[in-house]
């Protein structure tokens, strides 16, 4: 007798449908698409026992007729694609005809739909691959949808469930992911007979996100809406703004045609856009949906869709990083009455914001980018009186004669530009008053940030009277050799003096007291030109800079201030913010005081 047999129907369509189906938020993400393909405006979901027990979800869409109930559920069928050509320009958010034929082999499967078209209720049970016969029911609009005792039939299956909680919440996750992109649905959800969640229809995705972001205690002050018109594609991003953020990647999504997938290369362009707006080991808060033509997007690539292929990939890219430089500002934290913490406010209307972003990738733009930028007119231009304001500081700073004994300084009378030192407070932060406000300023970030800057335009190099030696391993010896010119135009002369020894000859001036700073970085960073760069200057910026619990004179932490309100962004290299603010209007309201 030979070994090859063939599988039984019943076993092979549960061997499939495992492809397909893996928990209840398998399920629960299958027939969300069948209600969304169908038109529907209106979706309740109802969880019992975490969606093990009983899952459904109820439309108002279009229905089905009782003609097409009859090949429903059968292995590829599908009402969203007739002919191979169709597979490469997919609109539907389901095709394969794969998604109710696994369920039903897995579950008690109950079809409860009336037909827009026809005008017939019927009814279709398909319990653990088995189909019963189509009858007439009493529905009067949409679909019902019910999956009851998943993996019932399968106990090694249902084994690797989790708890009911916990299969519950992946279900809301799903569901919330998924009701993102479409703001003109109203989506309800019931666990266990109580409502968990009641999105009404929105007229916008901001106003549909801003759900999910208010639960995370984010207002919509500190949320930016940019849009942008492509050749082939359109993109929206909803996102926080420099005071939001988190330690994880968790909160940038990315739809691609109204599906959340998984894109890490489109992740990175979001990251790429903030750039030092959000200081390292930080990420967005940002929701990037795009509409890209079919023709040009390939979903069949894995059984939960969750993966795209792009042919446009490297333009949506570019679009996504430059709107997110444009659009996205740094905003100062200031103190508010009543609040505990700090957070970031507005400035009163009219008035001239004291700070503005500066991209973080000027000197590299692409052509591409070039073009997008060109394109993108709905970012409002820069209002560069902070560059006058600046100059007119800088003049009356370098004609006025700081004082250096222990009385205040006395304000400059009628002078609204005057910065007043105050003091310095735990030997760290330096206070002082402008205008009507309190600003205090974290020195040793304040001072490596205008360090780094002029690193950044410095020309002096000093020779070493003694040469550094540097021994290096294969792979360093290698590095070198390709990137010593790098090095070169930092200032830091290297030359190889034999196989595995390099020496250092030069040195920028502002290096001379961190030599071993500098041979660290040297050995250890394995960067490319520009990330050398900006690795380098911020790590000796971060080494030369006043320290926190450096106790600095009166002269000097006037000079820094004077600095500081002249830089164009208040954020140290790696991008902490290093200033917060108090009004004189909300010191008042803190301590009950009117006029």
Known sequence: MGKINLLDPLLSSRIAAGEVIERPQSVLRELLDNALDA??????????????????VADNGSGISREDLKLLGTRHATSKIHNPDDLYAISTLGFRGEALYSIGAVSKLTVNTKSQETGESSVLVIDNGRREEIKSSSI?????????????????????LKRASSEAQACRSLLVSKALAFPAVRF????????????????????????????????????ESLHFD?????????????????????????YVNKRPVDEFSLQQAVSYGYGELL??????????????APELTDFNIHPAKREVKLRNRGEIHHAITVMLQNGIKRKIPEIMPFQPEFYLGEREKGETPL?????????????AEQEIKEQVSIFPKKDNLWLEKAKAL????????????????????????????????????????KNDELYIVDQHAAHERILYDELLSQTTVQNLLVP??????????????????????????????????????ALPASCRSIETEIVDFITSERLDDKDLEARLFAVIACRAAIKSGDKIDRWSAEELLRKVFQLPEPSCPHGRTFLIKLSEKNLREMVGRTR
């Open 39 to 56: 038109g529907a405006d209106e979706i309740t979901v109802s969880i019992d026992g975490g969606g093990i027990d009983k899952l459904s």
């Open 140 to 160: 009067d609009k949409g679909t019902i949808i019910t999956s009851e005792q998943l993996f019932y039939d399968i106990p090694a299956r249902r084994a690797f």
């Open 188 to 223: 309800t959800l019931i666990v266990d007979g109580a409502i968990r969640l009641d999105w009404p229809r929105c007229s916008s995705l901001k106003e549909r996100v801003m759900f999910l972001y208010r639960t995370e205690g984010i207002a919509d002050s500190d949320v």
């Open 230 to 254: 492509g050749e082939d594609f359109s993109i929206d991003i909803i996102a926080g703004n420099s005071s939001v953020k988190r330690s994880d990647r968790k909160e940038i999504r990315i």
């Open 279 to 292: 200081p390292g080991g930080s990420f967005p808060y940002a929701s990037v949906f795009i509409e890209d």
């Open 355 to 367: 700070y503005h972003p500066v991209s973080s990738y000027p000197t590299s733009a692409t052509r």
């Open 394 to 433: 800088k003049e009356k700073h370098e004609k006025s004669v700081y004082k250096v004994d222990n009385k205040p300084a006395q304000p400059v009378e009628n002078n609204d530009e005057e910065i007043i030192y105050i003091g310095q407070a735990f030997n760290l932060f330096l206070i002082c008053q």
């Open 468 to 505: 550094i030696t540097i021994e290096a391993d294969s792979n360093l010896d290698a590095f070198l050799e390709k990137h010593a010119e790098v090095y070169t135009k930092l200032g830091i002369m290297l030359s190889r003096t034999e196989d595995g020894k390099w020496e250092i000859n």
